[in-house]
């Protein structure tokens, strides 16, 4: 499984992707699923991806390969627009889905990803989408500030608390940790290392880009703190007041 | 969707449903999954249920029948051991298969329900079970205190960092309603009011047996002081060091 969060904010956004890979847990791998594609003054691109392997790979290896060509419907260097680069994105989504999804089939195996995909392209502000199997897109609107994809159950009552599109970065990004903390905690199949990227609106280069791993002194210290702050805040609520009814 | 859980501790046993029933977003209703069969001084029996509300009701149906007949293999108050009560569940929940499993299919849908199962018959100590479609079921072990049923990631944070086998009932309780505060708030699938039930281990009655509305003022306060107790844990955390890196 996976887990990957995007936040989209008045100050630029935020990306969070786990690397955990499974196909049962016999086959527990690490893969990386942000993927960058940055012009410096011009774009930054970044697609966060889960689902089969297989198919995140084939679609990512389409766009490095349409990134030679010279038509903009292929060239996600060349999209005018966030929304003409999600169209590209979709169509290499559809490509694959022509390529593989009756092979899969065959082996009862779903054609299944979903990708989040996030920039800037001068001209425009920053804009996030979620893309879908089927090649369709929607984009993330002004009341929901932040997109998952993976297992994100685990990790989404901390954002619903606390992410607004008015927060400053550097708390978003101790946000999104400490989602893919909980999640890290309660399900296996997610795992460090964390790549993490800021991206600062009209900035058009990537900002901060790190990779998180086990001995990583920050992770490590709010991952301590929250469960201390967690377990101190518990103990501090009343108790149900029924104790003495039996 | 539902959530249901349930802890079994030292002290003994704590059960908790949602009540919101769903089939698409047109349809959805208030129902409970808690169901109590007791014979004071001799044995309590619980059971929570989520899945196909028509065959977890089917399955309650025959319980209540069976509860008529002098066969201890169908008579859950003529069970001798919680196995016992078990198997005539995971029985009955087999019958309902045979009679309805093939037509539900032609209309496109899964046999799906799964049940936990947990109280305490005379000679024995408090057993917490979870029965599956198939009609078998595991038993809730030393290291695994609690079992959850339905939309269980979303408030499964909570538990895997508080709940111990040795902690107090109404600690636990607290817990219990914090893991559906959680769960209630990211999913709309899932609501109130909540069944709440506490056992006391070799008490032989049920102890603590509320319904949770929306007006509860404990429920209310606790969710209150928990989201705030958690903003402000968040924003004394300290924000990551790389903030300064642009």
């Known amino acids: 499984m996976t887990y990957c969060l995007a936040m989209s904010l008045e100050q630029g956004l935020v990306f969070a992707s786990d ?10 791998s690490t893969f990386r699923k942000m993927r960058i594609w940055e012009k410096p003054d011009d774009r930054v691109l970044v697609v966060l991806s889960a689902g089969n392997l297989a198919i995140t790979q084939y679609v990512a290896a389409l766009v490095d390969q349409g990134a030679k060509s010279d038509d903009p419907k292929k060239n996600i260097y060349l999209a005018e627009t966030m929304f003409d680069a999600a169209r590209i994105l979709g169509a290499y989504v559809r490509e694959v889905h022509g390529h593989d999804a009756k092979h899969l089939k065959e082996h009862g195996a779903e054609f299944a990803l979903s990708l989040i995909f996030g920039g800037q392209i001068k001209g425009e502000a920053p804009r996030l989408f979620m893309i879908y199997s089927a090649g369709n897109f929607i984009e993330c609107g002004e009341d929901s500030p932040f997109l998952q994809i993976g297992e994100t159950k685990y990790g989404k009552p901390i954002l619903d608390r606390v992410v607004t599109r008015d927060m400053d970065l550097m708390p978003a990004t101790k946000c999104a940790l400490l989602s893919l903390n909980s999640t890290i905690r309660s ?20 900002g901060v880009h790190h990779t998180i791993r086990e001995d990583d002194p920050y992770f490590q210290k709010i991952g301590q703190l929250w469960g201390e702050g967690l377990r101190n805040l518990f103990q501090v609520l009343p108790d149900p007041p029924w104790g003495d009814e039996v």
């Open 19 to 28: 690397s955990r890979t499974n196909a049962g847990v016999d086959h527990v």
């Open 187 to 206: 399900n296996l199949t997610v795992g460090l290392p964390i790549d993490l990227l800021v991206y600062h609106k009209d900035e058009f280069k990537v």
